[in-house]
């Protein structure tokens, strides 16, 4: 940190005369600061946690103290908190029908989860739509079932369906002679509970990780703006588009950056939507039962199912959440794969390094120099990961750049790691595999890569 602040120390005399207080201080201009001296472990700048365990994402921001921390083991709590079937004296409410009880059995130590679906540890869920919007420019929910499929139910009332997952295997061919294997995912509904609409949409959605969303929340809509190149005007094959989406909460449009398809436009309103639709829990911002419309949902309630002060709690918990550090930074072999990185492109869409904007209130995000990997931008990635579903502007073809900070830790904090939106990447490889669309290039100058290098563009990701 010494370093971080050496380019704005002072020297300051305070001096008392004649009643009143008077600061005198001697000021350089500033100044430009060495790029290599900033510490590249650094990644959340100053709400960044160095470990690397399997607890390296549940650390709160380190400067957290007083009323704040509080408030955040208050969230940490009610994140763990499971719910049960209502009536019942504390943490009532959950469903009729839902995917999963509590905010930890998906996000699996505030990481990712497995990509299977109906189970309790399950971290898969399944977005539906029919074609056309509804009156806020988003998705078409189908009719007796909304917009996500929950498949498990209390006692007395039916789950909305099942989903099977069948994978096959598929060969790719290096350039060096040298071969690896993709699996491609077939989603089949199964055990509907109610004839659906032809020509649905069907979209799987793993659990991401939740750390550093705080972060992400404060960076400056102009700077996503001026990443944005929806008509590729700069000829460079690379044409990020924020998403405008439906902003609850506020009730407007609003820059959405959160969620898969960047379809939430804060971190209020993202744990207020997975309450809802994932629990079934009704809030302040969801008031409605996700299965309103059903001929088995409940008789609608003036009351909701969760506390607001229990919903800013969980909100502010995830706010506050620390990034862990990079690791190994002075390996040559993670430096050259670094370097390589840069080589191949991939910065384009995973921006290294972005600044947050300033919120008094939140003093532990503000102005921070963070290394989250992503522009949180829309990008077509081809059809090969195509869930041919529209979310607000997002189409068919387009995902939201997914963070990259943390991702090597990913197989020690939940054991098993799994990548992209529905975990068919079963290494950091196949993941890099699947890109296309915008990320073609990319991905065929990284096969282009001897054996040696690729294993340094790997290295490299595992550091971060």
Avoid at 11 to 34: D, E, I, R, V, Y
Avoid at 284 to 307: C, N, R, W
Avoid at 311 to 316: D, G, I, R, S, T
Avoid at 353 to 376: A, C, M
Wanted: aromatic share 8%.
């Amino acid at each position: 940190m010494k370093k971080l602040l050496r380019h704005s120390r002072k020297t300051m005399l305070l001096a008392l005369m004649g009643g009143g207080l008077f600061l005198f201080s001697q000021c350089h201009k500033a100044q430009q600061f060495p790029e290599d001296e900033f510490d590249e472990r650094l990644s959340g700048g100053a709400a960044t946690i160095f470990d690397a365990s399997s607890r390296a994402f549940t650390h709160p921001i380190p400067a957290l103290a007083g009323h704040d921390r509080y408030v955040h083991d208050l969230g940490d709590a009610g994140f763990e908190q499971s719910f049960v079937a209502a009536p019942a004296p504390l943490h009532g409410g959950l469903g009729p029908i839902f995917n999963n009880v509590s905010c930890i059995s998906c996000h699996h130590n505030d990481g990712k989860g497995i990509p299977t679906a109906g189970f309790a540890n399950s971290s898969l869920l399944f977005r539906l739509s029919e074609n056309g919007h509804d009156e806020f420019g988003g998705p078409m929910g189908l009719p007796g079932y909304g917009g996500q499929l929950q498949d498990q139910a209390v006692q007395g009332t039916l789950p909305e369906g099942k989903v099977s997952i069948n994978y096959t295997e598929q060969r790719v061919q290096y350039p060096d002679g040298s071969s690896a294997s993709l699996r491609v995912p077939t989603y089949t509904l199964t055990q509907a509970y109610a004839p659906m609409a032809a020509g649905f949409a069907l979209s799987p959605r793993m659990a991401p990780p939740v750390f550093g969303l705080g972060l992400l929340e404060l960076i400056p809509e102009q700077t996503l703006l001026s990443m944005a190149d929806p008509n590729d005007a700069d000829g460079d094959g690379i044409s990020g588009k924020v998403n405008y989406v439906w902003d609850a909460e506020h009730q407007r449009t609003a820059i959405g950056r959160f969620g898969l398809k960047a379809n939430m436009p804060s971190i209020l309103t993202q744990v207020a939507g997975a309450y809802n639709q994932d629990m079934g829990i009704t809030n302040k911002i969801f008031p409605v039962e996700s299965s309103f419309g059903q001929p088995q949902a409940p008789t609608p309630s003036a009351h909701t199912d969760l506390a607001d002060t229990l919903l800013q709690a969980v909100a502010f918990y995830v706010k506050t959440l620390a990034v862990p550090a990079r690791r190994d930074t002075r390996d040559p072999e993670v430096m050259h794969g670094q370097q390589l990185f840069a080589q191949i492109e991939c910065g384009r869409c995973h921006q290294p390094t972005l600044q947050t904007g300033i919120d008094v209130r939140f003093p532990w995000l503000s102005n921070q120099r963070i290394h989250p990997y992503t522009d949180l931008l829309l990008h077509d990635m081809g059809s090969g990961l195509a869930d041919n579903r529209p979310d607000f502007l997002a189409n068919g073809n387009e995902w939201r750049t997914a963070p990259l900070w943390g991702i090597g830790l990913f197989e020690k904090v939940n054991g098993t790691p799994y990548y992209l939106h529905d975990g068919r990447a079963r290494s950091l490889e196949e993941a890099i595999l699947w890109h296309g669309g915008e990320a073609q290039h990319s991905k065929e100058l990284f096969m282009q890569l001897s054996r040696s290098d690729r294993d340094a563009v790997l290295r490299f990701l595992k550091s971060l």
